[in-house]
Nanobody, 115 residues
Framework: QVQLVESGGGLVQPGGSLRLSCVVSVSIFSTLAMAWYRQAPGTQRELVASITRGGATRYVDSVKGRFTISRDNAKTTMYLQMNSLKPDDTAVYYC?????????WGQGTQVTVSS
C-alpha cells in the first residue's frame, strides 16, 4: 500500500521559514510528477506547487519567489522550502501525485503563521 507521510510543519512568525518533507513509500516515485497541496479552514484543497519527474517546477502565483519545491528520487522524498511566510499561508499541507492525486491522502502537516 502506497503511503504519504508529511512532516515539518509548525508554528512560525510572519517572515519565518519552514521546510516540509513528504516521504512516499512507492518504488515508482521517480516516475511520478508530484505536488504540494494545502487546505485552510473552510476552504477547498488547493495546489501550491508541482514538480515533474525531470525536476521542472511550477508554483501558484501567491507563493512564487517564496516557496521552492524539490525532490530526491533516491530517498523517495519531496520537499517544500517555505520562506517569507505570511498568515495567509496557514493551512494543512499535503503531498500527492500530480496532476491526478491518485494516492490515498496522508494526514498532512499543519503550518501556522502567526505572531
Amino acid at each position: 500500500q502506497v503511503q504519504l507521510v508529511e512532516s515539518g510543519g509548525g508554528l512560525v512568525q510572519p517572515g519565518g521559514s519552514l521546510r516540509l518533507s513528504c516521504v512516499v513509500s512507492v518504488s515508482i516515485f521517480s516516475t511520478l510528477a508530484m505536488a504540494w497541496y494545502r487546505q485552510a479552514p473552510g476552504t477547498q484543497r488547493e495546489l501550491v506547487a508541482s514538480i515533474t519527474r525531470g525536476g521542472a517546477t511550477r508554483y501558484v502565483d501567491s507563493v512564487k519567489g517564496r516557496f521552492t519545491i524539490s525532490r530526491d528520487n533516491a530517498k523517495t522524498t519531496m520537499y517544500l522550502q517555505m520562506n517569507s511566510l505570511k498568515p495567509d499561508d496557514t493551512a494543512v499541507y499535503y503531498c500527492n501525485a500530480f496532476p491526478s492525486a491518485f494516492i490515498d491522502w496522508g494526514q498532512g502537516t499543519q503550518v501556522t503563521v502567526s505572531s
